[in-house]
């Protein structure tokens, strides 16, 4: 896709737009109306898309300090275009991932879930991300749910087959858990009900 790189847009827009009012008082609204109609044209651009593209290119490069940064040359992420506003939101997550800061990765892979992503790949990033985050804090219910939609999906990337594979096999030793609990003789056997027998005194 093309894009304009987002310095040359916001000199653009001031060009034109500087220019235009320039023109319309020195020789009239007409003369000066195709500068100030580019100068909107790249300004609505800019608000309906933002910086998000650049950064995923950044992303994908390992590049993550530049995608950062670039992704906060958006200033108004709440007014893009709803696919760009998840995008927005998957980037951050990725990055804040990256980091090790995890709550705020969380935040932001749930705004993007909630907004709603175009593909199953994208939405079984995110869905990988926020089941993990889940497992990491043991909570077995959440994860387990988070689970269940990621096995829903129609998943074409084989990076992230890969990964689900690896979840099967963490929800399989889960399971395994759960039925070693319910077999007879396991709560004695990792010391709990009932009461220990005390030492006989003489």
């Known amino acids: 896709m093309f894009s304009i790189n987002i310095y040359l847009r916001f000199a653009l827009i001031a060009l034109f737009l500087i220019g235009g009012v320039g023109a319309a008082f020195a020789w009239g609204f007409w003369w000066a109306f195709p500068f100030i109609l580019a100068g909107i044209i790249l300004l609505v651009g800019y608000?309906?898309?933002?910086?998000?593209?650049?950064?995923?290119?950044?992303?994908?490069?390992?590049d993550f300090m530049a995608a950062d940064q670039r992704l906060?040359?958006?200033f108004f992420p709440q007014w893009l275009y709803t696919a760009n506003r998840a995008y927005f939101y998957l980037l951050k997550?990725?990055?804040?991932?990256?980091?090790?800061d995890y709550e705020?990765?969380?935040?932001?892979?749930?705004?993007?879930?909630?907004?709603?992503?175009?593909?199953?790949?994208?939405?079984?990033?995110?869905?990988?991300?926020?089941?993990?985050?889940?497992?990491?804090?043991?909570?077995?219910p959440a994860a387990e749910n988070f689970y269940r939609?990621?096995?829903?999906?129609?998943v074409t990337e084989p990076m992230i087959k890969?990964?689900?594979?690896?979840?099967?096999?963490?929800?399989?030793?889960?399971?395994?858990?759960?039925?070693?609990?319910?077999?007879?003789?396991?709560?004695?056997?990792?010391?709990?009900?009932?009461?220990?027998p005390r030492p006989k005194t003489r």
């Open 47 to 62: 608000f309906l898309l933002g910086t998000v593209q650049s950064a995923a290119q950044m992303l994908q490069t390992g």
């Open 162 to 196: 890969e990964q689900i594979k690896e979840f099967d096999e963490a929800m399989k030793q889960k399971g395994q858990v759960k039925a070693a609990m319910s077999r007879p003789g396991f709560r004695n056997m990792m010391g709990g009900g009932g009461k220990r």
């Open 93 to 100: 997550g990725t990055i804040f991932s990256q980091q090790k």
């Open 72 to 74: 906060g040359l958006t």
């Open 149 to 154: 939609q990621l096995k829903a999906l129609k």
């Open 104 to 140: 705020t990765a969380e935040k932001h892979y749930l705004n993007a879930q909630k907004i709603g992503l175009p593909s199953d790949n994208e939405k079984a990033m995110v869905l990988l991300a926020l089941t993990n985050f889940r497992l990491m804090k043991n909570n077995w």
